[in-house]
């Protein structure tokens, strides 16, 4: 257990549908980061809440929303959802900057 | 641009098999180099940081060291539970985002 727990862990869905994934970060940590991985691609970076405000942005779709609430846990919303939605998507947490972050085990998405 | 090239993309070895995988990177300005490991459908495990060039990091099998170009962590007599993708990310002083490598496929057979 690395401390990062995602919910739910598989999730399948129709297109068109909105979906909502939910992390809650380790203990002590201020940095929320959400990463999408699709089949055998690498790791595209989406969004990064620090202290509840958005910190960062990388290529997150405007049909993809994320929020910190001040228990420092984190919801990603995904609407109007497509199958090339489907993959895994993984929140991660830091304590700073300059430190590894650490992932949780991820949410598969699975759109039909 | 700021980038990360992992290589080889796979490779097999037999166990007890030593060899070495390469992260070379083009930054303005290197803030941490990062190593994970990620099993399949899981979540990358962190294994190393490393900040300058010269730094070594050592974890059971693997060693991390780091150049000014580039970074290889070395496995020395894997196991087949070594087997894994391994990634390789690096942070710039200009931005505090991971810029990631593709990985490196590792598969060890016994």
């Known amino acids: 257990d690395s401390g990062v727990t995602q919910t739910p862990k598989h999730l399948i869905t129709a297109t068109g549908q909105r979906v909502t994934l939910r992390c809650s970060p380790r203990?002590?940590?201020?940095?929320v980061y959400w990463y999408q991985q699709s089949l055998d691609q690498g790791l595209q970076f989406l969004i990064q809440?620090?202290?509840?405000?958005?910190?960062a942005k990388g290529n997150i779709l405007e049909r993809f929303s994320a929020q910190q609430f001040p228990d420092l846990h984190s919801e990603l919303n995904l609407s109007s959802l497509e199958l090339g939605d489907s993959a895994l998507y993984f929140c991660?947490?830091?304590?700073?900057?300059?430190?590894?972050?650490?992932f949780g085990s991820g949410t598969r998405l699975t759109v039909v | 641009e700021d980038q990360v090239t992992q290589s080889p993309e796979a490779l097999r070895l037999q166990e007890g098999e030593s060899s070495s995988l390469n992260c070379s990177y083009t930054?303005?300005?290197?803030?941490?180099l990062f190593w994970y490991r990620q099993d399949p459908g899981k979540g990358p495990e962190f294994l190393f940081t490393l900040y300058s060039a010269g730094e070594e990091k050592e974890k059971e099998r693997l060693k991390a060291t780091l150049t000014k170009k580039e970074s290889f962590l070395h496995i020395t007599a894997p196991k087949p539970e070594d087997s894994a993708t391994y990634l390789c990310?690096?942070?710039?002083?200009?931005?505090?985002?991971?810029?990631w490598g593709a990985g490196t496929k590792l598969i060890i057979k016994p």
């Open positions: 203990s002590g940590d201020l940095s």
């Open positions: 809440y620090y202290n509840g405000e958005e910190r």
């Open positions: 990310a690096v942070q710039a002083d200009s931005n505090y985002q991971l810029i």
């Open positions: 991660a947490s830091s304590v700073g900057d300059r430190t590894g972050y650490t």
């Open positions: 930054v303005s300005g290197l803030r941490g």
